[in-house]
């Protein structure tokens, strides 16, 4: 790997997500999502609890920021920094891809995650590797990855379109099932399988009943979109106008955020836990989500732009999300998240 490459494109990655235009705005589906209106909920506003099981464990809030390579000189202050307010706040942190620590010799990637992990003990993290290198690397030196970070739960993440229009990607991803399903019999964590903004399909979502998954995080179209990305990363590059005139066409493909939760709902088994990403972008937009069938609800951009701002702002922004989902609870008359989730399984039925 160039090491001087990767660093490159990921300060490219940063820079181009926080600009509007790589937001897929208005298409996650959760504008025609309606929660149902409780007028006299049976119980006080400090009742509603937001506590919601992660894989088993007790977490304090069913949120989680979605993982992010960072990939600029403050790249470690950033990770402390959402680490800390992640620990302060009981939310789940996603780290970002550790691929750079598969491919760099040297400790030095692998002694950052140590210390997050000694700091904060307690910390719910989740590991982060692409499909590219589950198909191309051998099962130890991913578990040597596990080791290092004592995640909750390694997430494996796909980008088809991302890959294809990258310059430098690596749209190889034959034998990726196979691949995936070795990695969840011989690991010891759990396995989630993560999109990266275009969601899954029903079809997609069929295929991976069997595969050993612990959950699946639809990371779906309405947010933060890689193809938008990498088609105005190639606009700057020689030789990249192909892959930018076929971002233009390109720049609406996936499936939506709250479609993909549906669609997990009806494929996957129900030991397999419903994760959303993918446009979140309030507390409200989160109780949609959630009434739809997911046990957590993850943030990518947004907790970026408030971290990169000041601890403080990441901390009001967290708090706002928190009270946003309180105040929906309250509304439908749901005393926490699995309770939301009932009554909108009752709604979905009662409509069709
Ligand atoms: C700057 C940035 C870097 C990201 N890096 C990764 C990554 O390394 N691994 C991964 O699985 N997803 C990565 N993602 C994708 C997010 O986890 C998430 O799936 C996607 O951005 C959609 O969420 P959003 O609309 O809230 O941003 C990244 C997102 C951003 C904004």
Redesign the pocket.
Known sequence: MDLGQFEGR?RD??RH??DSAS??HGLTGLDSVRLQHEALPDLDFEQVSLEAPCLGRPMPTPFYV??????HPEAPELNRRLAQACAERGWAM????Q?RQLDVTGEGDLDRWTEIRRQWPTLALFG?V?IAQVISTPVDRIRQLVEALEPQAL???V?ALQEALQPEGTPQFKGALPALERLCRSLEVPVVL????CGFSRSTLDRLRDVGLAAV?V??L?????GR?EGARAKDQPGGQLQYQASLTFGAWGIP?ATAVTYAKQSLSSSVEIWA?????SGLDAAKLLSLGAVRV???????EAALDSPDALQHWMKLQEFELKVALFCTGSRSPAELRQKGEKWQTSAS
Do not use: F
Not at 94 to 97: A, I, L, Q
Not at 222 to 226: E, M, N, P, R
Not at 277 to 281: F, I, N, Q, Y
């Open positions: 990921k990655h940063i997500a926080l937001q897929a979605a993982g992010m390579t960072a990939g996603g780290v970002g891809s691929r982060n692409g997430c494996v993440h980008n993560k999109e990266t903004g995080d990371s779906g309405g947010g933060t979109h890689w990305i955020t990403s993918g446009g979140v972008r993850g943030y990518a951009k947004p907790v970026l």
